[in-house]
């Protein structure tokens, strides 16, 4: 009997192969035997039974890293230079898997795989290079001091930097590959080893990426991967007495759960959360750039993106025109399975997920709202079983509406008339969040005004989530803890120690 080929023989081979996960330099599945479906969000089949990792697998897997850091390890002996080549390596071997990365994440996350072709993989490439140039320029001080002259000695003080530890990495769905990069990068560099966790519903490209790091010539338990629900996996790691750190990137309640968790031991935390983003437009602004801007910020990624542009506050005068464009736009999005050619915008992660989308237009709505365009799941035979969402433009939502507030995750934007540039600062800064931001003028001195003011970890000016692996990205308020991608985020994985020498 010859088995059936169901994706291609490759993404067959690397989607059985996360059946296991990635111990020690061992494949293993979990200690209890269980396993959990991983679904197809396109038509809601499962297309893997990844293990159910628990507290005993991240055992091993935190004293596999913990070795790993032993005095005297591979690891921990190796020259800056070689780490750094190391992690050029892992990027080199990423990019040589482009398309089967690309395929795996969409076929995964349900996201078009043009925006892993495009954005996902090669802004991961990017990462990985950006910190393989960083071992060799990672320096302690030398410091003058004063203490204690007036007994006449004189002393020789510098500080070291070294790794913070063991890292737990706790990624999320919405962009797989990309988020355990973020985490994993900086963590070489740095010199740590990194225990990862995927999410639930996305845990096959991490197989790839553990398989590449083996390539790459990365020592035995400096990489590991378990598998398993968050409650369960995720909490084990944040629970854990001997992780020095987590790295984590999803919602609010969980980043606060670790941060509960994190007191046992003092470990660490930087926290990656969501928002609730105001993209503002002034009149004066141009339109074709801004509908090109506000349909990426509210739909790119299905909008399941912590940068979404879902709140668009629009200056009265260009209100209705901005307003039919971008919903004539959104009408014209082709839905479909992510690995379809000319897919535009694929299915959300879940029917959880699809449910509670939909859930807040329905609030919306109930609030008060008005939908322009889409507010449903798409009808028709190909979309059966998935977990689609049509692009959704919202008006007339009360400035304290939940859909205001609370983070939707989903292709749904409401727009907001303003008149002011006073009255639309007052609008962007009242949210819990601050993660992103944009401007739309031509105005100048309006736009640097408007940078300082907004209460955000980043702001666009006439652009819209313009990422680039040497920008620091995070949030202030209720988006985080910490900065990803930049030369401050090595500090989070790292502790200064102080040497005096008497002379
Ligand atoms: P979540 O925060 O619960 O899950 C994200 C990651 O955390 C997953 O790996 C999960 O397994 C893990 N996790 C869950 N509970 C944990 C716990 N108690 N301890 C440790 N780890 C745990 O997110 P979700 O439930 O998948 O999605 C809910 C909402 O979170 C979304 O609707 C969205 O608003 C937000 N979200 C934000 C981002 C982001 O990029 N900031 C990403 C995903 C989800
Ligand atoms: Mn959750």
Known sequence: ????????????ADIARASTMFINGEWVTAASGETFPVFDPADGQVIA????????????AVAAARAALAPGSRWRVMTPQERGRLIWRLADLVEANLERLSALDSIDSGKPADEMRYFDI?????????YAGWPTKITGDTIPISYPASHGKRFHAYTLK???????????????????????????????TVVLKPAEQTPISMAVLAELTVEAGIPVGVVNYVTGLGEVAGAALANHADVDKVTFTGSVPTGKSIVQASAGNLKR?????????????????????????AAAAAFAT??????????LYLQRGIFDEVVRRLSEHAASIKLGRGTAPGTQMGPLISVEHRDRVLGYIKIGTEEGAQVVTGGQAPAGPEYDGGYFVQPTVLVNAHPQARIMHEEIFGPVVAAVPFDTEEEVLELANNTRFGLGAAVWTRDISRAHRM??????????VNCYQAADSALPFGGTKESGWGRETCRETLEEYLETKTVVVAL
């Open 1 to 12: 009997m010859t088995a059936t080929v169901r994706f291609t023989p490759q993404i067959d």
């Open 49 to 60: 039974h990844v293990p159910a990792g628990g507290p005993a697998d991240v055992d091993r």
């Open 122 to 130: 090669p802004f991961s490439v990017d990462v990985l290079r950006y």
């Open 162 to 192: 070294e790794p913070v530890g063991v890292v737990a990495a706790i990624v999320p769905w919405n962009l797989p590959l990309l988020m355990a990069i973020k985490k994993l990068a900086p963590a070489l560099a740095t010199g740590c």
């Open 269 to 293: 935390v930087s926290l990656e959360l969501g928002g609730k983003s105001p993209n503002i437009v002034f009149d004066d602004a141009d339109l074709d750039a801004v509908l090109e801007g």
């Open 302 to 311: 299905q909008g399941e993106s912590c940068i979404a542009g879902s709140r």
């Open 451 to 460: 940078a300082a003011a907004i209460e955000s970890g980043q702001v666009w």
